[in-house]
């Protein structure tokens, strides 16, 4: 189940807001400027479904973003708990960070905990399967996949050649709650 988590930056340990409800967390995600959405697959999909089938089964939606924001390509993103490397690739984003184009994010399967840091606050968001979600360009964030990852997801670019994370140097990652498992 999707959940949101808000806290102050300077509170770690308490929060100021918490919702599984999903109106409520795209509302309170929307008024900081954070798109949230919930979509259907146009099919269904089984375990084994390949990029080629994912992409398809969510191309109306996927067109819409594309018309919309101006994406210049998508792809299919994987990650299992029997990844040789899961431990780098996890810590990788762990550091608050951000990128000069929009990171969006759609959760076909498994989850993932995107946490955005804007005007003094966190916003913990757990993301899970049919959720879509859209970190403005230049917003801070990190993202935890978890110690036992497993997740697909279609990610759109404004860039064909990809994003790169521009890391803020802070430690503020480090003082609030990560994904469990």
């Keep these: 189940m999707s959940q949101l988590t808000v806290y102050f930056e300077d509170k770690p340990d308490r929060a100021i807001f918490q919702s599984t409800d999903f109106d409520r967390i ?43 924001r101006g994406y210049q390509s998508c792809d299919v993103v994987s990650m299992n708990p029997d990844h040789p490397q899961k431990e780098a690739f996890r810590n990788k984003f762990l550091a608050e960070h951000t990128h000069s184009e929009d990171e969006v994010r759609f959760f076909v399967r498994g989850k993932g905990l995107f946490v955005i840091h804007k005007d003094g606050k966190v916003y913990s968001v757990l993301c899970e399967k049919d959720d879509l979600i859209s970190v403005p360009a230049d917003t801070r964030h990190w993202f935890d996949m978890g110690s036992e990852p497993s997740f697909t997801a279609i990610r759109l670019f404004n860039n064909p050649e990809g994003w790169v994370a521009n890391f803020t140097g802070t430690d503020i990652a480090g003082r609030f709650p990560m994904l469990e498992g």
Aim: charged content about 35%; cysteine-free; hydrophobic content about 35%.
């Design 26 to 68: 795209a509302e309170t995600l929307g008024e900081a400027g954070i798109r949230f959405e919930r979509w259907s697959a146009g099919r269904e999909l089984g375990a084994d479904a390949g990029s080629d089938e994912i992409t398809t089964a969510y191309r109306k939606e996927i067109d819409r973003l594309i018309s919309e």
